[in-house]
C-alpha cells in the first residue's frame, strides 16, 4: 500500500486530531476519510437515481408511456 503523503495543513489537522484522542493514528484518520468519501458517493449515486425516476415519473404523468403486459413480459409465469 502507497504512503500517505499530506499537506502541512492536513498534517497539522490529523495531529490535532490525534493529540485530542478522537482518532489514535493516521489509519484511523484516513480510514475514517474513505468511509465519509464512501457514504458521499452512495448518497450521490441515490440522488442521481431519485433525479431520473422523478423524470421518468413526469413523462409518465404527462402520457409517455405504454401499458405493460406481465403475460408478454413473462408468458412462463402464466402457465397452468
Known amino acids: 500500500m ?27 484518520v484516513v480510514r475514517a476519510g474513505i468511509r465519509l468519501l464512501m457514504e458521499k458517493d452512495g448518497a450521490r449515486q441515490f ?5 431520473e425516476l ?3 415519473a413526469a413523462a409518465a404523468e404527462g402520457g409517455a408511456f405504454i401499458e405493460f403486459d406481465p403475460r408478454g413480459f413473462e408468458p412462463d409465469a402464466f402457465k397452468s
Open 2 to 28: 502507497p504512503n500517505v503523503h499530506l499537506t502541512e495543513p492536513m498534517r497539522d489537522y490529523v495531529d490535532g486530531l490525534i493529540r485530542s484522542g478522537a482518532y489514535a493514528n493516521l489509519s484511523e
Open 47 to 51: 440522488y442521481a437515481l431519485k433525479a
Open 54 to 56: 422523478e423524470t421518468a
